[in-house]
């Protein structure tokens, strides 16, 4: 009777354990199938993992990059600006800078409906199988970088609140008009057509211009000097181009072959712009620099950004060997002869590099040269190259008049420039009241 009692106490212990761990597995499999149907797994975490690639790009990326072109007395308000500038625009992308960039349907700019990040949700965001709040973070990225990239211009001479203040204001009616033309489907420059898949325009050209026009109207610096530390320079460009793949490769919002030829794409124009430019700069200086290999390859990196999506491995040799040899001309030929004071090439590589990655977009499409021909069943390169022309020309003009316009206010209220002594002394213990080093 005992034994009789121990098996169904045995059987029932058995059905009890069965359905406590059957039960959850069918709930989750029920969960899954539910969520599966609008969020995709893979998706999603690619471009997890894609967002985190890219804040890893100005933080600490962008920031060693700049840091070791400095002087030593510099390195840290060059730290700080990118550390302060990716903890205010991610407050500010939040507050307003997403709802006016990628919400509402104008041609030229967002409303304001999705403020303080209302409406933002888990669920899917706009049938990209990821959520909506993924989307706003990936973004959120790119909103962060492009100010910063402009800092390698004043470095050195600028107030630290001149920066904060043109941080937040260049990028609510800069980056956000931009952004929302080329890469919300109610986008004027989007309905024409124009191939930016992560930012040649978005990013690369407006930060350029912008970076001239800082350059020009802060003025030169009272002293130069050679790169502190080139060591930290490379790790950052080594952080930088990692982060690339994030960049590019995140930018089509899938886990897919497109996604996976947009990193290669991005690592053969980067590795080409950079051995041209180390051969021209044995070729002019008998000696390959590190200097010099590092902006080419930073060169590569912003020209084959816009054309990530459609180029295929031929085009990104294209789009590398063009981006190397010209930015490399427009760094040293052109800005020493003009004579602005773009300290750490921002114009010559971003700028530049933007608009020729830009360009030959269109050309590098075709089906010839392994392109994908912007999905196009008559594609016309020279149609596509007026159509990049036109949305070239527009953000250049547009960004200048309003980098004018921000500069202004910013002169007028704060001011931009430290005093000579200041600068003198240098940022770090004038503006932050420390020191890099102890020697």
Not at 9 to 27: E, I, T, Y
Not at 83 to 112: H, P, Q
Not at 119 to 137: K, R
Request: net charge negative.
């Amino acid at each position: 009777m005992f034994s009789l009692k121990m098996k169904k106490l045995n059987a029932s212990f058995g059905a009890l354990l069965l359905f406590l761990f059957s039960a959850p597995l069918a709930l989750a499999e029920e969960s899954s199938s539910t969520v599966d149907s609008a969020i995709g797994a893979a998706n999603t975490s690619w471009i997890m993992t894609a967002t985190a690639l890219v804040l890893f790009m100005t933080l600490p990326g962008l920031a060693l990059f700049y840091g070791g072109l400095v002087h030593k007395k510099n390195v840290l308000s060059v730290l700080m600006h990118c550390f302060a500038m990716a903890c205010v625009l991610s407050v500010v992308w939040l507050v307003a800078g997403y709802s006016l960039a990628l919400e509402g349907a104008g041609a030229w700019i967002g409303d304001l409906r999705a403020l303080f990040g209302k409406g933002l949700t888990t669920d899917d965001s706009g049938g990209t199988e990821i959520p909506g709040i993924l989307t706003f973070a990936f973004q959120m990225t790119f909103f962060i970088i492009t100010p910063a990239l402009v800092v390698g211009t004043f470095v050195e001479r600028v107030k630290f609140s001149a920066v904060m203040l043109f941080a937040i204001l260049w990028g609510l009616f800069c980056y956000a008009p931009i952004c929302h033309m080329v890469w919300d489907p109610d986008g004027w420059m989007f309905k024409d057509g124009v191939i930016d898949l992560a930012g040649g325009i978005v990013v690369h050209i407006t930060a350029g211009v912008a970076a001239l026009i800082f350059c020009i109207m802060v003025g030169p610096r009272k002293e130069t000097s050679p790169p502190h530390n080139l060591a930290m320079t490379l790790i950052g460009t080594c952080m930088l181009w990692v982060g690339w793949f994030g960049f590019n490769g995140g930018s089509g919002l899938q886990a897919n072959g497109a996604g996976a030829m947009s990193i290669v794409v991005t690592h053969i124009s980067a590795a080409t712009a950079a051995l041209t430019w180390m051969l021209i700069d044995v070729a002019t200086t008998k000696k390959p620099t590190v200097l010099g290999i590092c902006t080419g390859a930073i060169a590569g990196l912003a020209a084959i950004t816009p054309a990530s999506g459609v180029a295929g491995p031929i085009g990104a040799l294209i789009i590398g060997v063009a981006s190397g040899a010209i930015c490399w001309y427009f760094s040293i030929k052109v800005k020493n002869a003009l004579g602005y004071d773009d300290s750490l090439d921002v114009v010559g590589v971003h700028g530049v590099g933007g608009l020729v990655g830009t360009l030959l977009a269109a050309v590098v499409a075709v089906a010839a040269l392994g392109g994908t021909e912007n999905g196009a069943e008559n594609y016309s390169w020279g149609a596509q190259l007026v159509t990049q022309a036109k949305g070239s020309i527009f953000a250049v003009v547009f960004t200048a008049v309003v980098t004018i316009v921000i500069l202004l206010i910013i002169k007028h209220t704060v001011g931009l420039r430290v005093d000579e002594s200041e600068e003198s002394i240098g940022l770090d213990q004038s503006a932050h009241g420390e020191t890099a080093y102890n020697d």
